[in-house]
Each structure stands twice: as structure tokens, then as C-alpha cells.
């Protein structure tokens, strides 16, 4: 009769078999250390620290007397810097109740200094020059009949839609203002004095 084995047998040829694998895992852990020792010592198998990141590199010094880089554009000339435009307006000679003056042109910034000189030889009537804001031509009519019953204050209603004004000018007086206009555009100006609307008006262009 052929020998059977017993269960006690299977069990141990299994764990020999483990034992096996263990002791052949567990040599090449001891070959490896040998050999990352001779090589290249033992600090071969530990993390190799990160390079630090390369420092920026530093300016260029300046020597004496040289420019400086350039590391922006030079900014546009402010408009401070043009000259003051000087304006003179006064009734029209062929209609008094009219502006002689239905344009103006000036540059965004620039200040305006703007004479209304109330003379006319044939029809004295009171006057006033009022600017408006930006866009408000629209608006001119309705501002100028808000002021009809302003006589205390010249015919000048309290709008936000006013940019500058004179006083009520009298016939054979003067009056100067200075203004600058913030923008490019259409800035109206109009008489407010009741009835000199529609006619005494004209138009400032700020480029």
C-alpha cells in the first residue's frame, strides 16, 4: 500500500516553504545594504534633500551718472501744463439775444478762464452763462425753466447737472470764471434768464 501524508506533514512543508521565501526576502535586504555601503555609504538610502530654488538674480548696478532703466512708461504730459485759454463772450450784434460765441474748443483739463462781457449798443438785457455737465444738452431747457422764478439767485437753479456758472450779469458789466471740463465730449452752455433759452446757447467741445 502507497503512504498517504498526514495533515501535520502538509502544514509544516507549507511553512517551509514561507520560511524560504522570508530568508531569501530578508538576504536581499542585507545585499542591498552592503552593497549602497561600499558604493556610496549608507547615506545613499536616505531621501536626497530638495535643491533649494535659485535665488533671483540681483540688479544691475547703476553707475554714476547713467540713467536708470526704464521699467514703466513715462506718463503723458498733464494738462496742467497747457496754457490757460482765455475766452471772451458777449451778446451777438445782429441778435442781443443770442451768444456771439455758439462754439467753444478747449483740451480735457484745461482751465478755462471765460469773460462774459454784457454790452450790446441797441438791447441791454440781463444775462448769465451757464455750463453744463457732460451730456446734459438734453437737459438744457428743463434747467433753464426751473430757474424762471430764481430771481434771488440770478436765474441759477441748484442742479447737479451745472458744471459752472456767473452770476446775473447786468447790461454794460462783466464777469469772469474759471472751469476746467474732467472729459471728452459735448458740455452745453445757455442763458437761464426766462425766455433766452431757446436761442442764447452754444456748444464746448473737450478733446
Not at 92 to 99: H, M, Q
Not at 121 to 148: E, R
Not at 149 to 169: E, M, Q, R
Amino acid at each position: 500500500m502507497s503512504a498517504h501524508s498526514t495533515p501535520s506533514e502538509n502544514s509544516s512543508s507549507i511553512w517551509s516553504i514561507i520560511n524560504k521565501i522570508i530568508g531569501a526576502v530578508m538576504g536581499g535586504v542585507v545585499l542591498l545594504w552592503v552593497l549602497a555601503f561600499i558604493f556610496d555609504g549608507l547615506g545613499s538610502l536616505r531621501p536626497k534633500p530638495k535643491a533649494d530654488a535659485p535665488a533671483p538674480a540681483a540688479a544691475a548696478p547703476v553707475a554714476p551718472g547713467a540713467a536708470a532703466p526704464a521699467t514703466a512708461a513715462a506718463p503723458a504730459a498733464p494738462a496742467a501744463n497747457l496754457p490757460v485759454l482765455e475766452i471772451t463772450i458777449k451778446p451777438d450784434a445782429a441778435n442781443p439775444l443770442a451768444y456771439d460765441t455758439k462754439t467753444i474748443s478747449v483740451k480735457v483739463g484745461q482751465k478755462v478762464k471765460l469773460t462774459f462781457n454784457n454790452t450790446h449798443p441797441t438791447l441791454p438785457q440781463p444775462h448769465n452763462f451757464v455750463l453744463g455737465k457732460l451730456g446734459t444738452k438734453d437737459k438744457m431747457m428743463a434747467i433753464a425753466m426751473g430757474a424762471m422764478t430764481l430771481v434771488d439767485k440770478g436765474y441759477i437753479p441748484d442742479s447737479p447737472d451745472i458744471l459752472a456758472h456767473t452770476n446775473l450779469i447786468q447790461p454794460t458789466k462783466s464777469e469772469t470764471i474759471e472751469f476746467t471740463v474732467p472729459a471728452a465730449g459735448e458740455y452745453p452752455y445757455f442763458c437761464t434768464f426766462p425766455g433766452h433759452v431757446a436761442i442764447m446757447n452754444g456748444v464746448l467741445t473737450a478733446q
